[in-house]
């Protein structure tokens, strides 16, 4: 981790980057330099207000607070950046402006600090061409609000050396942000998205209103891009980015109307005005001809990997659905006749030049990296501490059939995106359209299973690596791994009990069999939701190593591969039924502050009793299934899935 960060610039987006920074690296000095001693005073009343917002909203502890306003260092001196390891440049868009602040601040820092800048179209290639030790820089662009919006872009330019990029990469996502790589273009990746949305947008004027764009961009984003150019203050940017992209052709030309408008007049988010349907077809094949002829010259640029422009679109910009879920939602015929429509009303702009199939299907979820022949696959759905859904099990399931015959590779590791979790089990989303139909869930509960019976049977090893809470179904998965590694800060939990329903895709079941010794504690972790913290875990034979958090977890997993590679699948040892003690009876005192519900615990005792007499792991499993649907028809299920949903306690003292 870096000891001490300098950020040249304390306009808006240097402090709201040094507020993450500070809150993200305990002990770091951060040097806020700017010209003017008023924005550095500015900058450091910004930062306080977001301690004292933080505070008042408990998302940061009073330590934290203490960390956060210790070591915060304003000057305009850039000698106070000499002994930094990191000096990120946040000034203003100005090419000339900029490269001189790179060379003053080679002139004082040591050769092997890192200088990177938020830029957020100038190619690295013309802003550090002319340092002396290039592979040291590169753009790190962030999103606004810096400090909450998770998308950060980092440049693998040129001269950049790539164990630069990667070290950057790691310590974005070690402090919760999400690094997309992008390649040294114009504007790079995502903002060749948002300023072209936006100008795309300025040109529709002549069709439409501001109010009436925003009105039908809702269906696709959060907000629309005129209300964002009001937040943002963007017009003179759109006018400078799409400007700087001319560079490509004149149909990047910037609408003249940013030119001479400062706020628009439009609707906010949640509200639409009426729009006749003429209208509303023609801005909304503009809107979205922009969107797709921006992402097939991305992906066929390689500007992008086509899951990072999927993600970085619904993180960084706001879109509800990233643009490849929305070209597979569309249909090629419909797609294909957008971009057909935008190519005679925008000459020049790009078009698709393979089948659009060749875009829309890729890897989403899954990231898939290579290690001493071992696969390592990441979930990676932070937006949801990488919960499963379909996507997630098919990604994962499709990797392991692609290499499991494959003699180079000696197995597997599967661990979560990012510092807080594995996996926070299932998506709960999905769960209001199904809640209430019996076989419904049961047959949800057996399609979920299709990976863990899969994992059962397969002869490579599978080592699940636990980086933080595993959480229901993530449990479930980490448990039919043949083997668990983790950080000492992991743990496991299931939830469910607090949803009012029960992990039905083997929690009931194979915990008892793998580990009977335990079931006093599984029967706590399964009717209370109580937390099985790592070192008990692994006290308990549960995980197999336990790794410091600052040590490698995923070098740890992959040894575990190969201590493993030459065991029998575990399948066979799930078949027989085991004696499990009964678990206690429940007093009231038993649930704290929350009182759960005793029929849903009632469902859940009978079955893990059931499932353990069983003959056979699969009819062991089924009698999970049809737990999960019992309890999933309860008012309870009904009361605690809408809870979490709305974000609030649930009652199951009503419920029952
Ligand atoms: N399914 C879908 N979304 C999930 C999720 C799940 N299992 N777990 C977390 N998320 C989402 C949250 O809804 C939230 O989304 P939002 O930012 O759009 O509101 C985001 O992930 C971050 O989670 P949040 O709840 O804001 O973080 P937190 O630190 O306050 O709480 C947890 C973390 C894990 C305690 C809490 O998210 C939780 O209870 N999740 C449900 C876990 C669960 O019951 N799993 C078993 C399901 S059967």
């Not at 004292?52 to 934290?64: D, F, I, S, V, Y």
């Not at 004082?108 to 002396?132: H, K, M, Q």
């Not at 990469?169 to 990746?189: E, I, N, S």
């Not at 799930?574 to 499990?580: N, R, T």
Request: charge should be negative.
């Amino acid at each position: 981790m870096p000891q001490r960060i300098a950020i040249v610039g304390a306009g808006t987006i240097g402090p709201d980057i040094g507020y993450y920074l500070k809150s993200a690296i305990p002990d770091l000095t951060l040097v806020l330099v700017d010209v003017a001693p008023a924005a550095l005073e500015r900058a450091v009343a910004r930062i306080e207000g977001y301690v004292e917002k933080g505070l008042a909203r408990r998302k940061l502890t009073e330590q934290q607070a203490v960390q956060v306003r210790r070591n915060l260092v304003t000057t305009q001196d850039y000698a106070a950046m000499a002994e930094c390891d990191w000096v990120l440049e946040a000034a203003t868009e100005n090419l000339e402006l900029k490269r001189k602040i790179f060379r003053d601040i080679e002139a004082v820092v040591r050769p092997d600090a890192l200088i990177t800048s938020n830029t957020s179209s100038l190619p690295a290639s013309r802003l550090f061409g002319d340092l002396t030790h290039k592979q040291r820089t590169t753009v790190t662009h962030f999103f606004a609000p810096a400090f909450r919006n998770p998308a950060v872009e980092v440049v693998d330019w040129e001269h950049g050396d790539p164990e630069v990029l990667d070290y950057l990469r790691w310590l974005f996502c070690t402090t919760g942000k999400v690094p997309l790589v992008t390649a040294d273009a114009l504007c790079f990746m995502l903002d060749r998205v948002f300023d072209n949305w936006c100008n795309e947008a300025g040109h529709l004027l002549d069709r439409a209103s501001a109010s009436e764009v925003d009105s039908v961009a809702a269906d696709y984003v959060h907000a629309g891009p005129f209300f964002v150019l009001n937040l943002a203050r963007g017009n003179p940017i759109i006018v400078e980015t799409n400007t700087l992209q001319m560079e490509e052709g004149a149909h990047y030309r910037p609408a003249p109307i940013f030119g001479s408008v400062d706020v628009w007049k439009t609707t906010a988010p949640g509200e639409r005005v009426t729009v006749t349907p003429d209208t509303e077809t023609a801005v909304r094949d503009r809107l979205l001809g922009i969107l797709f002829s921006q992402t097939v010259d991305i992906l066929d640029r390689d500007i992008g990997s086509p899951a990072d422009l999927n993600l970085g679109c619904r993180l960084a910009l706001g879109f509800k659905q990233g643009p490849l879920d929305l070209m597979r939602s569309l249909g090629d015929a419909e797609v294909g006749r957008i971009l057909e429509r935008f190519a005679r009303e925008r000459p020049g702009m790009p078009t698709a030049a393979r089948d659009l199939a060749a875009y829309r299907e890729c890897r989403r979820v899954v990231l898939v990296d290579g290690l001493d022949g071992v696969k390592v696959l990441t979930i990676r759905r932070p937006q949801a501490l990488n919960a499963l859904d379909d996507e997630v099990t098919d990604e994962l399931l499709g990797v392991i059939r692609q290499f499991e015959h494959d003699p180079a590779v000696r197995g597997f590791v599967v661990v979560g995106y990012g510092p807080r979790a594995f996996c926070a089990g299932a998506d709960i989303g999905r769960f209001p359209e199904m809640l209430g139909s019996l076989n419904d869930c049961v047959q949800y509960s057996r399609d979920c299973s299709r990976l863990l019976v899969h994992l059962d049977r397969m002869t490579k090893p599978v080592v699940a690596a636990l980086n933080g809470m595993a959480l229901g179904g993530g449990v479930e998965l980490a448990l039919r791994c043949r083997g668990i590694v983790a950080t000492r800060d992991a743990w496991l939990q299931f939830p469910e009990v607090t949803l009012g329903i029960a992990p039905g895709i083997g929690g009931m079941v194979v915990p008892y069999r793998r580990w009977p010794q335990a079931a006093s504690v599984f029967h706590d972790m399964l009717r209370l939701g109580r937390k099985l913290d790592a070192t008990r875990a692994h006290a308990l034979g549960v995980i197999d190593a336990l790794v410091d958090p600052q040590d490698d977890l995923i070098a740890s997993a992959v040894s575990r591969v190969g201590e493993l590679a030459d065991t029998a699948s575990s399948a066979a040892d799930l078949d027989g039924p085991v004696e499990i003690p009964a678990p206690p009876e429940l007093d009231d005192g038993a649930f704290g502050k929350r009182p759960l519900s005793r029929e849903v615990i009632g469902i859940i005792d009978r079955a893990v009793a059931a499932a353990a007499k069983a003959d056979g792991l699969e009819a062991a499993l089924e009698i999970g299934y049809a737990a999960f649907g019992a309890t999933a028809c309860t008012e309870a299920a009904r009361e605690g899935v809408t809870a979490f949903l709305e974000k609030r306690r649930p009652d199951f003292a009503r419920t029952g």
